[in-house]
């Protein structure tokens, strides 16, 4: 099945630099990746997401890219802000159309 | 903005006990997902229905674990009997039918709030 790893696993930055998440699939059929951001005690909400026949989206100050060859995409976010704090989770379908997630990181922005 | 819900959001309970969640997903959503997350993890799918008919429990531990969903639209998961390993959060999760005739065209899953279960 499909395998999703996510790099690093905590990321601190400094409010209004940049930081970017890293993703690797292992199913070259995947073709949906979205990104979930959780926050403390609260549901998983969808960011941003891009589909395999585009290699970049971009939303505000939040940006995917992806790179079907070395089956990688990336979450971009600019101009950090304290409220951007929270475990992001990266995900993918496989063949079999269903949903992996990635074990999450955890982004802390200081302040 | 309509979202999904779920009760109980918090349940504890002893090791052996039966536990149920219960999920209401979004107003005309055919697909409904269960997943556990386990704290540090993130969610694994356990369960998903097409209406009222199960097309992926692959995951689901069958010997404990039981989900129905028999009018399409609210859906039960049942686990008998509780098992200490079984603490997590359960979040259940809801999207539209997928379009053009494709099966693999997936759409944005929409979560709810989750339970929160402690097994003791």
């Known amino acids: 099945g499909e395998n999703v790893e996510q790099h690093p696993s905590t990321l601190s930055v400094q409010e209004g630099d940049s930081a970017v998440i890293k993703c690797t699939y292992s199913?070259?059929?995947?073709?949906?990746f979205p990104w979930y951001k959780q926050e403390l005690g609260k549901r998983p909400q969808l960011i941003i997401d891009?589909?395999?026949?585009?290699g970049e989206k971009k939303d505000q100050r939040i940006a995917v890219t992806l790179n079907k060859t070395a089956k990688h995409f990336s979450l971009h976010i600019t101009e950090t802000q304290p409220e951007d704090s929270a475990v992001y989770f990266c995900?993918?379908?496989?063949?079999?159309?269903?949903?992996?997630f990635g074990k999450g990181i955890t982004l802390s922005v200081r302040p | 903005e309509a979202e999904v819900a779920q009760s109980p959001r918090y349940k504890i309970t002893e090791k052996s006990q039966a536990v149920a969640f219960w999920c209401d997903p979004i107003?005309?959503?055919?697909?409904l997902y269960w997943y556990r997350q386990i704290l540090g993890q993130g969610p694994e799918l356990l369960v998903q229905?097409?209406?009222?008919?199960?097309?992926?429990d692959s995951q689901l531990p069958k010997d404990r674990f039981s989900a129905e969903r028999l009018k399409g639209v609210d859906s039960t998961l049942k686990i008998q009997p509780a098992e200490l390993g079984d603490s997590a959060m359960y979040l259940c999760a809801s999207s539209p039918q997928a379009g053009g005739g494709s099966i693999r065209l997936i759409n944005e899953q929409f979560f709810g709030p989750g339970t929160r279960l402690t097994v003791l």
């Open positions: 107003s005309g959503h055919a697909t």
């Open positions: 995900a993918s379908t496989g063949a079999n159309s269903k949903l992996t």
């Open positions: 891009i589909r395999s026949n585009v």
């Open positions: 229905f097409q209406d009222e008919s199960v097309v992926d």
């Open positions: 199913d070259s059929a995947s073709n949906y």
